[in-house]
């Protein structure tokens, strides 16, 4: 008896596959809909839908038996649509019983070869292998079976009753609405459109059916269900896929090509991929978060109510560019305790000093390799006057970047040196004289240390008087790049919040400062988010009314060198 029960379920779960199967040939999923699917096409061509049915079911017994594909795959009718696309086309022959219907089996099992080749393929590009087996093995067996030249599939008769093949659509339709309704409706509404331009067109709608009534319909579905389920953007991108699919059709119907080979699923195929693409390439660009119209709008704000834009960095060097030994303290020896580098230590200990010295050397060495240029585009943000000062944490920074000006460096300069009483900087000395002197300032004989305090420690005075003014005046704090919170950035930032700026994280790695509600985060690669930034913030002049004003006086230029001109002839 329970094997009887067992037999029973094994049976039941057989047939909601192969209805699945069914139903994946209008990209759905549940047996209702391959229910719905399969008497759409029994309905609107009989022998077309027995060869979906037979073709469903040979890829539902051959999935569950190949180990190419996973049980889920196979649940989800994965496994026999292409079969059931097969079966579908060889309904021309089980109608007029040209070929022997066991010649079908092998061609059934070459879409399915060709299926999960295909799988393989294209799994690394991220893109789904729809109908390609069916498709592949459609022309394969023409090249192969049929005189030079020649096409070796014929169609099914349809449905002689032409209201049987109306209710056929309406099946299949149904499918497709109970999948997604927003999705059925606006893909019926393409279909609509194509049919009616085609007619407009002057061309028979017969000769068209398998644009406005194939091609079409599947790639906005397939797209806006599927890949992008029921969303705005889904919309759109089913939209864009209908829209290259249809013009690949027209295209390929136009071109000699047409002669040969029958486009058939091809133009679906591509304008699905194409549209895949485009909206993955469209989605990476920082333009399509609202994050990014906001850090804009912000910016742009700032400098309407005359507030400063301050950038936090963690290092100058380029984006890219690994944490530096001085943020990750790499830089000092592990057996010198960090509070020996303390200010009252290095004032009062020589063997402090000498050990500080050394330290600073390898550091010193590590710029001299690691010389990075300060990120171009935060240079041309500052230059362009959209950012007045980067807080730098880094000791370590180009030269060329000091004549930026607003340059706040937060632990001071490694290419300097300082007098601890008296704070006079210098350049480094000789590396003889620093090696083996007790270097003593000129002025008031203070000792005298490179100019840098450590990570994490109490920046000086003259730099916190700095930051307090930059913090009363900045409307937004930028974060770029990776985090290296610090307690005094941490009270730099809460400072700044409390006078009203907004802080702004743009990064693609892991999160560094905590974050408050009032904060913008964006996750995005800092070079290219300022790049859009810079280009965003270019074109508002041309809003703000300020593009007017120069093109006019730029006109009121080439006027009056015209006037010179004819006064000097
Ligand atoms: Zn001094």
Redesign the pocket.
Known sequence: MAAFFRLAAEARQFLWVLLRGCAQLAFCDSPIAGALVLAGITLASPFSGLGTLLGALFGTMAGRLLPAYGRDEWAWGLASFNPAIIGLLWGGFLASGEVHPVLLLPVLALSMLFDVTFRRLLSPLMLPSLSTGALTTVYVISLVAAPAGGWFWTEAPANAFVPFGLLGAACIFAAMALKSPFAGVWALLLSAITFVAGWLADHDPRTLVALWGITVPLACFGVHAVFLRGSLAGCVAGTIAASLAALIWVAWEASPLARWVAPLLLPFILGVWLSIILMRELTAVPLAQPGFWRVARLIHAARAANRDVVALIQRGAGPGASRSSFISGAWIDPQVPRAAFEHERLQTSLRCRQAFWDACDRLRKEAGHSVGNLPTRIARLQRDGWLQAVVIQDVMFPTDSVRLGAMVPLHGDIQRTQ?L??G?ESAWPPMSVWRRCDLR?V??Q?AVVPAITLFGRTIDDATSSRLRELEARCGVVLILGDEAAEPATLAFLERARNAGATVVFVSDSAPGYPRRPADISVAEPVGRFLGFLAFVLAGCPAFSGAWTHRTRRAFARIAAGRQGGEAAE
């Open positions: 007098c009483d008296c006079e300032c002025g008031c203070g």
